[in-house]
């Protein structure tokens, strides 16, 4: 289906439905809570162990970003199988929720071993506990993110339940980043504290909101398949529609934050030289986007969620292109980077996975099919490629021009780093924005096609 054929056929659809029931605070809290261990894992991951192992083990740049590369592209074909298996699956303790409880401990023994490894860790130490974490966190994102969905029909309550996940992750990666300050001290080069510290952080509140979110948030919903899901999700794929449309915006938009933020340790350490601001940078970068939050859905309520994420990754762009000229004595400047970056990723956080909430239903419309958990196995595949490329490519590129994370840089190599952490996010975010152009789900058609829908499920479930 072309991807502008949704706004048309919704014309004549009648009157929007009334708006649904707002989600219980009780519900959103236990979900949310789900988001804090995995946030606070994951930053860890994909910030500090990276240049730890760089630091410890001997190996490369190349070899450890080949390492998380072909982690990442493992993990990319365990999302589409989960989904389908989530969606496939009729246990009675929730279709959804019992993905979430049986990956909690893979992903506490994973964090434990990745993050604290032994003096003789090599390549295949590495590359089997970053497989090991991927595919545990997929078992428990995957279904969460579709279980999310699930909660709600209403375009704009999706955004308050994408929005108290973000909470809960932001607070997550805050906390996290508060553990690394203190144990850090001021030797900030010294990591494995650090990473010790957030092990039991994440291993506590994991068990913590496990229990919680099993308990308290409802897990009832149905699913309509194909007859072959996975041959379907190639043909979603590989037509235009509006799914394939945010998908390939979304990816864009997600190797422009994940390049910066896989050589952030580095750039603030060697070009900025303070690299004991490092925790402050971080901290006042996610507080101002957890603060933001609010304001992007509230933005997005007004001026619709598609328009107000664009205007986010243009204001990321105006912000960093001003980084390939900061140097040493120049953090002051770069705070008001941190700042302004920080707001435009609460947009980041909370719109895209809110939009592609609505794209269900109009992929129910269009055929038939019900398949949330489909979806966001794409969606989390698109996420993790999106990392995996940032470290395939910044990583050997730094090695290429002579950068080094331990010995002294010539000032050409400080160069290239501070390129390659600005001028990529401004090109792939720019090229989301330029995808994002006329994408036809607004609000008013997103309530048109419930509309047809409930019409639909009447005429096949007369009373």
Not at 266 to 295: E, K, N, R
Request: aromatic residues 12%.
């Amino acid at each position: 289906m072309n991807p502008h054929s949704v706004e048309s056929e919704s014309k004549s659809a009648g009157p929007a439905i009334a708006p649904t029931a707002t989600v219980p605070t009780s519900t959103l809290l236990a979900y949310g809570s789900l988001a804090f261990p995995l946030a606070a894992a994951f930053i860890a991951l994909q910030v500090i162990v990276p240049t730890f192992y760089a630091q410890t083990t001997g190996l490369s740049l190349t070899a450890i970003g080949g390492i998380l590369l072909v982690a990442r592209l493992f993990d990319m074909i365990t999302d589409p199988l989960v989904g389908y298996w989530s969606d496939q699956n009729q246990n009675r303790f929730g279709r959804r929720k019992v993905f979430v409880v049986v990956a909690a401990p893979l992903i506490g023994v994973s964090v434990w071993f990745l993050f604290n490894p032994p003096a003789t860790a090599a390549t295949a130490y590495l590359l089997w506990w970053t497989i090991a974490i991927y595919v545990a966190g997929t078992l428990a994102i995957v279904p969460a993110s579709a279980w999310a969905a699930e909660l709600s029909p209403d375009y704009n309550q999706r955004s308050r339940v994408t929005g108290y996940r973000v909470a809960f992750g932001l607070s997550g990666t805050l906390i996290a980043l508060v553990v690394s300050a203190i144990f850090a001290g001021d030797n900030s080069a010294e990591l494995a504290p650090t990473l010790t510290a957030i092990t039991w952080l994440v291993l506590l509140t994991l068990l913590i909101s496990t229990a919680w979110a099993a308990f308290v948030v409802p897990d009832k919903s149905q699913t309509k398949l194909p007859t072959n899901s996975l041959a379907s999700a190639w043909t979603l794929i590989k037509t235009p529609n509006p799914f394939r449309q945010l998908l390939v915006s979304f990816l864009l938009n997600a190797v422009g934050n994940a390049i910066p933020g896989t050589l952030f340790l580095l750039y603030v350490t060697h070009v900025l030289g303070v690299a004991d601001l490092v925790g402050v940078f971080l901290f006042v970068y996610f507080v101002i986007a957890a603060a933001a939050v609010p304001v992007w859905v509230a933005l997005s309520k007004r001026f619709g969620k598609h328009q107000t994420w664009s205007v986010a990754m243009i204001i990321a762009c105006a912000s960093f292109v001003w980084v390939p000229f900061l140097g040493p004595d120049t953090a002051m400047l770069f705070y008001v980077i941190v700042i302004a970056t920080g707001f435009a990723m609460g947009a980041d956080l909370v719109l895209p996975s809110a939009i592609n909430a609505d794209v269900i239903e109009w992929d129910a419309l269009n055929s038939g099919y019900n398949r949330p958990g489909l979806f966001f196995a794409l969606w989390g595949t698109a996420a993790k490629l999106s990392y995996a490329l940032a470290v395939g490519i910044a990583f050997p590129l730094l090695d290429l021009v002579g950068f080094s994370a331990t010995e002294p840089n010539s000032d050409s190599s400080l160069m290239w780093l501070s390129v390659l952490y600005g001028a990529p996010c401004i090109a792939f975010k720019l090229a989301a924005v330029w995808s994002m152009r006329n994408y036809p789900i607004t609000e008013k058609v997103h309530a048109d096609i419930r509309q047809q829908l409930a019409k639909r499920d009447e005429a096949e479930n007369p009373q």
